[in-house]
């Protein structure tokens, strides 16, 4: 282990400095929540619950991924002894850094970065790890081309407002027969297996729903495309320098109601997640022009179907994963 700093790409000509020991300069509170200052179009809140839905993730996609950090020929990628080079991962919106830490572990000769927009990870990592503050809603995020072995990018689409420019981009950075992982739940509230859209009239859940329909549309206004998670295999194949392109989607039980242990692990997991995001919605709402009141109706509303459903709540995690030609 060891006690790093992390390093700011500020600006695109890779001049970097260190997050000294005030790192109060990238965060502001609004609303008593505490959100980065990289980009402020991101509103989900950069703070110890953020930290703890990080946590809850990475235990969730564990679970669903039957003990694995990732899908894919991950370990035939980093043996591949590309050109002698030091082989390298990027984990893209890192979040409270769990994966990164997990993964530099699993690989230890491997250099892992993880790149977020605040600086919310621990200070003391595995020494293969370092975390980054950058805003990759950029036209060319500043790494070096043909570099990175492994790109992984989980839960972080609603912070890139070009989704396709985001793939291509990672194309730039990945070698080539390098491979890149997405991870995304699904936006559109879903019950007993069945997507909001495709229920005509009540479907026992009119406050979950309600929610997530208003948190889309937040999103949309801020320019996020929100059938990102849906379409990754189709965005894989548009941004051209990709091959092997595989897509699963896999159901993601919330709440207690799952039979058999496995599924109950991850409906537990699950459910402690959406517990705690649905608070740190309100603030995306309120700027997105709901009045405090309306946004605390909806959040509550969605809170009573999350603690008392009268049918299975549950949604969707979409996973693609492709070589870089
Ligand atoms: C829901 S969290 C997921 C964290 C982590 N990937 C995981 O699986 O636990 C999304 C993270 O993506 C980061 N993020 C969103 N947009 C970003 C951007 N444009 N640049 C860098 N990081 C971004 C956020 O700051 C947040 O920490």
Redesign the pocket.
């Known amino acids: 282990m060891s006690a790093y700093q992390h390093r700011i790409f500020s600006d695109p000509q890779f001049e970097i400095d260190f997050v000294g020991p005030d790192d109060s300069s990238f965060f502001r509170t609004i609303l008593g929540f505490r959100f980065?200052t990289?980009?402020t179009r991101?509103m989900?809140p950069?703070d110890e619950d953020?930290v703890r839905?990080?946590?809850l993730?990475?235990h969730m996609?564990w679970f669903l991924f039957k003990g694995k950090r990732y899908l894919g020929p991950v370990a035939e990628v980093l043996r591949a002894n590309f050109d002698g080079r030091q082989r390298q991962i990027l984990?893209?919106?890192?979040?409270?850094g769990?994966?990164a830490i997990g993964i530099a572990d699993e690989f230890p000769r491997v250099e892992v970065t993880g790149?977020?927009?605040?600086p919310?990870q621990p200070r003391l990592v595995p020494s293969n790890c370092t975390f980054d503050i950058?805003?990759?809603?950029v036209p060319e995020f500043p790494y070096p081309a043909d570099s990175y072995d492994f790109v992984h990018?989980?839960?972080?689409h609603?912070?890139?407002s070009d989704y396709t420019q985001f793939l291509r981009d990672i194309g730039r950075v990945l070698r080539p027969g390098g491979m890149v992982l997405l991870?995304e739940l699904e936006l559109e509230a879903m019950a007993d297996g069945r997507m909001a859209s495709e229920f005509q009239g009540y479907s026992g859940l009119s406050g979950w729903f309600s929610l997530w329909e208003a948190y889309q549309y937040c999103l949309k206004r801020r320019g996020i495309d929100v059938n990102v998670p849906k379409k990754l295999g189709r965005l894989l194949e548009e941004a051209a320098s990709f091959r092997n392109i595989t897509v699963r989607v896999d159901s993601v039980p919330i709440g207690f109601w799952p039979r058999n242990s496995s599924d109950l692990v991850v409906g537990e997991t699950s459910w402690m997640y959406y517990d705690s995001l649905l608070p740190s919605m309100l603030p995306i709402l309120m700027e997105s022009g709901y009045s405090e009141g309306h946004a605390k109706v909806l959040i509550r509303s969605a809170q009573e179907d999350l603690y008392h459903p009268i049918v299975h709540t549950c949604t969707q995690l979409h996973t693609a994963w492709a070589i870089k030609k």
């Open positions: 980065n990289t980009n991101y989900i950069a953020a839905r990080s946590h993730l990475y996609v984990d893209l919106g890192t979040g409270g769990q994966w790149v977020d927009l605040a919310i950058c805003d990759l809603d990018a989980r839960v972080m609603t912070g890139i991870v």
